[in-house]
């Protein structure tokens, strides 16, 4: 069974940064897309970045040019370098990787972005 483990939220001012990273463990097969998704109470998950298996990247919007997502193959990971951090970026953050043509989602980390 494949698991994702997510890290690095927490609380950070306004203008501030946070690097989140997510690592899949188990029974790894072939990756391909993998992305993050955010979410705020009572309200849908919504994507905010994704990177596919070229490394070719896609972004929302309201992150463009202050969010980086990237990969690392050989560990199995997606990170997430949110710069520039603004209160509406407060929501909890969910990985997601397509993994044997599955797609599997971590548990979620908070961030929260506040004075």
């Known amino acids: 069974q494949v698991q994702l483990v997510e890290s690095g939220g927490g609380l950070v001012q306004p203008g501030g940064s946070l690097r989140l990273s997510c690592v899949a463990s188990?029974?790894?097969?072939?990756?391909?897309?993998m992305g993050w998704y955010r979410q705020t109470p009572g309200s849908q998950r919504d994507w905010a970045a994704l990177i596919g298996t070229t490394g070719s990247t896609k972004y929302k919007d309201s992150v463009k040019d202050r969010f980086t997502i990237s990969r690392d193959n050989a560990k199995n990971a997606v990170y997430l370098q949110m710069n520039s951090l603004k209160s509406e970026d407060t929501a909890t953050y969910f990985c997601f990787m397509v993994i044997d043509r599955t797609s599997v989602w971590g548990q979620g980390t908070q961030v929260t972005v506040s004075s």
């Open positions: 188990g029974n790894v097969g072939s990756i391909t897309s």
